[in-house]
């Protein structure tokens, strides 16, 4: 009886691999062509750093989040001398450690940037994925009802949609449900999936004239199945790179969001660290402030872009001339 | 000469006119469900109930939701905004006073936008692959991912506070004791136009380039490309006359995306120089749930989009000619 079933996990196991193998054999080759592009490389590495960034941020950052500026030196009270000093420039050894310099409350620069990666990625492959899930579908739909009713009711949605301005109606939308970060994703994702739609029905529009699905269609193939088997996978690739250019878009809409003073002023974000400096009037004279937050705000969504387009190149490669 | 039938361009008008209906119904759902209203800046304690009322009926919010939303459908259309009640004075006036200004800074911003993107992507994409091409794109898409309002507070940090070369916020020199002739007057914009400008356009151009590159490498494969270099004209002349011409099609059809790109750009970078437009008022006015003055500003800037489409879509035409709109093709 055991034995019995045992040859059969091997074999459903064995037939598992049959199946994956062709599978993990492409995902190796786009692989192998991927690290080719430098540009792509770059964009996995600052990833990398970033994710490390918010999965560990005690061992990167330099304090915790607690941590204030000369409270270890002189507990609870500052004197009006120290008080004055802030926000402090980059500052090593005594009386107290700040590579980047604090801000005006003694917060460690370093330490938020740190601690504020987490955010920046989850807004960025939230929104990212939740734009991707409803531009996707409908562009696979929209396209594959070509110049029918469908496609044409979808069109006429994308159309009212581009002609409301992007942020303002972000806006609107983050005012209605309040300022949340959850609601800024949902806000960022209803507003953000037109290119993706648009790009995903063009792509449709002619792999549906593609021979295989018309012998798919001649073996009596459902239109879920034709969709979901046949199209599906050829558009995956270029949902991908759209994927990774929402979520950049996404963190640059959380900024000026931010920056507009619509932001969860709980969280600690890098838009956030933007904002506070304005409101605090240092925006020009606390370079140390200013700089690292926007550099990282760049950095990640460059990243994002990086991928995407190099990902683009994997999946849609060029003839070198 | 012409290759738009009127047939074609009746059609595309009304369609035009029907999108701009559901945006405006769209619109009054949307910032009718933003919760608060003016109303509540305007209450103060010595008001009673009655007095309450009064202005409730005053500012028609009295009213069922579907006759506000009847009026407001029939006001728009003929031009009748109706009055602000935080500016205290009439939405046209502040929209007719604003609108022109961002115009001007998005309009000038749209111009640089489609010289730069378009030239620079005509480069990469002709060059693809190669080193110069690789190191170039890394650097605009870097650059096209710096937040605005950062990129903005950064040039102000350097042109204005640390140089001094240039104003950092309004449209004109406040109190400015010069003579206002024509000439000063254009020189003083345009010195105040400088660095909101430059703020836009820096990162937006990308955006264009972005479509260009690959339209650009697209048509590289052509056969008319390589008998144009077969007849042994220069380099530059096949790239620019032969190849561009026909790669900058996908750049016109893909210039709305860039136009509402740029249009977020131009909101927080207004904010960023107190530039008067209507990026500006757009933001504060739904911020202080001034409903009349944000409907407008949001149907105007709505307005500018679908009438810039309709001209992408006309300026295809004379770009390719293989294009026929309408006609029987």
């Excluded at chain 1, 920046?120 to 009713?149: H, Q």
Aim: with cysteine.
């Amino acid at each position: 009886m055991s034995t019995e079933t045992e040859t059969e996990n091997a074999s459903q196991i064995d037939s598992l691999k049959e199946r994956w193998r062709p599978r993990i054999e492409r995902f190796r080759r786009g692989w192998d062509r991927f690290t080719q592009e430098k540009m792509g490389v770059l964009g996995i590495v600052i990833m990398v750093v970033f994710i490390f960034w918010a999965l560990f941020p005690d061992v990167f950052a330099p304090h915790s989040m607690e941590w204030r500026a000369y409270l270890g030196t002189e507990p609870g009270r500052l004197t009006a001398e120290q008080a004055d000093s802030l926000p402090h420039p980059p500052a090593f050894g005594d009386p107290f450690f700040a590579p980047l310099g604090t801000n005006y409350l003694g917060q460690g620069i370093l330490t938020l940037v740190v601690h504020a990666a987490d955010d920046a990625l989850y807004i960025g492959f939230a929104a990212g994925l939740l734009s991707s899930l409803v531009g996707v579908p409908l562009g696979l739909i929209s396209g594959f009802y070509g110049n029918t009713w469908i496609d044409e009711t979808i069109q006429r949605v994308v159309d009212v949609m581009y002609g409301l301005p992007f942020l303002p109606f972000l806006i609107v939308l983050v005012a209605i449900r309040g300022i949340t970060t959850t609601n800024i994703i949902l806000g960022i994702a209803v507003t953000s999936w037109l290119n993706n739609c648009i790009v995903i029905r063009g792509e449709t529009l002619s792999l549906k004239e593609r021979s295989y699905v018309e012998s798919a269609k001649v073996a009596g193939a459902s239109d879920t199945r034709i969709v979901f088997r046949h199209i599906m996978p050829n558009v995956l690739p270029l949902a991908f790179v759209f994927l990774a250019q929402d979520a950049a878009a996404a963190i640059l809409a959380q900024a000026s969001l931010a920056y507009l003073g619509l932001a969860d002023f709980t969280a600690n974000s890098w838009g956030l660290m933007l904002q506070n400096i304005k409101s605090n009037g240092y925006v020009f004279d606390a370079w140390w402030w200013l700089i690292p937050p926007g550099v990282c705000i760049m950095l990640i969504a460059a990243a994002f872009y990086f991928v995407g387009f190099s990902m683009e190149d994997v999946t849609n490669p060029q003839e070198e001339s | 000469m012409t290759r738009i039938s009127a047939r074609y361009l009746g059609k595309r008008l009304v369609v035009s006119y029907l999108t701009l209906l559901v945006i405006m119904s769209l619109l009054f759902v949307l910032i009718r469900s933003m919760p608060g209203s003016f109303i509540g800046s305007m209450i103060t304690p010595e008001l009673d109930q009655s007095d309450i009322k009064r202005l409730r009926e005053t500012w028609g919010l009295n009213e069922p939701m579907w006759r506000q939303y009847i009026d407001f459908m029939i006001n728009y259309q003929t031009g009748q905004f109706g009055r602000s009640p935080t500016y205290k004075e009439p939405v046209w006036d502040i929209i007719i006073r604003r609108f022109p200004r961002t115009l001007v800074l998005f309009g000038s911003a749209f111009i640089v936008q489609f010289i730069v993107g378009p030239l620079v992507g005509m480069y990469l994409g002709w060059w693809r692959g190669t080193r110069k091409d690789k190191s170039i794109f890394t650097s605009s898409l870097a650059v096209y991912s710096m937040p605005a309002f950062w990129l903005a507070w950064l040039f102000i940090w350097l042109f204005n506070y640390e140089l001094g070369w240039l104003p950092s916020t309004y449209m004109f020199t406040k109190f400015a004791n010069f003579e206002w002739t024509t000439l000063s007057i254009i020189v003083d914009v345009l010195k105040h136009i400088a660095l909101p400008l430059f703020s836009i356009a820096f990162v937006s151009w990308v955006g264009a380039m972005l479509v260009m590159r690959p339209a650009m490498n697209n048509v590289t494969g052509e056969d008319y490309v390589f008998l144009a270099q077969a007849k042994g004209l220069s380099e530059r002349t096949v790239m620019i006359k032969h190849a561009a011409r026909n790669a900058l099609i996908p750049v016109a059809t893909q210039a709305i995306v860039g136009l509402a790109f740029l249009l977020d750009g131009s909101v927080i970078v207004e904010n960023v120089f107190s530039w008067p437009g209507l990026g500006q008022v757009i933001v504060s006015s739904v911020l202080s749930r001034d409903y009349p003055v944000s409907q407008a500003a949001f149907f105007m800037l709505a307005v500018l989009i679908i009438v810039m489409r309709l001209v992408t879509d006309i300026a295809y035409t004379y770009l390719d000619p293989r294009i026929k709109f309408g006609g029987d093709s």
